[in-house]
């Protein structure tokens, strides 16, 4: 039988490369197109090390042959992305890695994106891609915007307990120096990066709003840049309400044991970046000091939180098993 066949749009970014990666490995699609404006015209062996020899197509023709594939997943700016849907998503089914189609209210645009969205009727249709939480979504889907990264890492450790806590989420999370993309600018640069952590977009990163749409309640968020190359870890707290105990929280997070892409921990103590990266898992632990609970969440950022994530969607919306390609660790950078 004939295998379903793809395109990556935007193949030369970091999680464009992963998703490179990831699809000429796995046994159930075939890679057929591969978009880049920088790369055009050379081999995805010689430029990303991936044994392929499909060349990068420029842009507008990689956007022609993209309408006729089974699949068509995009690794580029949300503007771009809002361009380009609603020319594919009759045509092929696509999942978009950028935040052009995660929120529902076209109105928030403006302010978490910095452009005006003018495809409301797509975003009722899209379908919102965290397979924990939303996999009954999924089968079948033709839209399915794939969350950020942070948001990710945090709604997976909030959503079991939305009716466990009160009052605010407080969330201080950092993350690797590939979640800024791979155009260089000064301030990413290793000389101011290296030896430094620093808090950036306090209060206002863009995944608030899709974090608060998933999960709900009061979110405080504030994201940190450390001098590592990719992983992300959450740190998030909240009191219990009243009457909650351990026991209740632990049964919780009893509802992950059956998904294959969620490893739970001992601790909040014993979640660590070092063993995600490369991997498509999210590792969750939690710790409790009378009503105080802390839950800490580390993905790999352009893994579970970006290229992986999408494969493990693509896989659900052409019914093939979830972690069909996925099982594979490795990574560049």
């Not at 109105?107 to 495809?119: I, N, R, S």
């Not at 802390?294 to 993905?299: D, G, N």
């Amino acid at each position: 039988m004939q295998r379903p066949t793809i395109a990556v749009l935007g193949a030369s970014g970091y999680a464009g490369v992963e998703l490179t990666r990831l699809l000429v490995l796995h046994p159930g699609v075939e890679l057929q197109v591969v978009g880049s404006d920088r790369w055009m015209d050379e081999t995805v062996a010689a430029k990303a090390g991936i044994p392929s020899e499909l060349r990068y197509l420029a842009p507008d023709r990689a956007l022609e042959h993209a309408a006729t594939c089974s699949a068509v997943l995009l690794a580029t700016p949300a503007e771009i992305s809002h361009a380009w849907v609603p020319q594919l998503v009759d045509r092929a089914i696509v999942i978009d890695l950028s935040g052009a189609f995660r929120l529902r209210d076209a109105t928030a645009y403006p302010k978490h994106y910095g452009f005006e969205h003018h495809a409301p009727e797509l975003l009722a249709r899209a379908r919102y891609g965290l397979p924990e939480l939303r996999r009954g979504e999924l089968a079948g889907a033709r839209l399915i915007a794939n969350p950020g990264c942070y948001a990710t890492a945090i709604q997976l450790a909030l959503a079991p307990l939305a009716k466990l806590v009160t009052g605010r989420w407080v969330v201080d999370a950092v993350s690797g120096v590939t979640g800024a993309g791979r155009k260089a600018t000064e301030e990413m640069s290793f000389a101011e990066v290296a030896g430094d952590v620093r808090a950036y977009r306090a209060l206002r990163h863009q995944h608030l709003p899709e974090i608060v749409q998933g999960v709900g309640g009061d979110l405080a968020f504030v994201a940190h840049l450390v001098p590592i190359a990719r992983g992300i870890l959450a740190t998030c707290h909240a009191e219990l309400a009243p009457g909650v105990d351990g026991a209740r929280v632990a049964s919780a997070f009893d509802a992950y044991l059956r998904e294959p892409f969620i490893e739970l921990e001992a601790s909040a103590d014993d979640v660590a970046i070092k063993d995600v990266v490369g991997t498509n898992r999210c590792a969750l632990g939690w710790s409790l000091a009378g009503r105080h609970l802390v839950v800490t969440s580390a993905i790999d950022n352009l893994v579970k939180g970006a290229a992986g994530q999408a494969v493990q969607n693509l896989n659900l919306a052409l019914g093939l098993p979830e972690t069909m390609g996925l099982t594979l660790r490795g990574f560049h950078p």
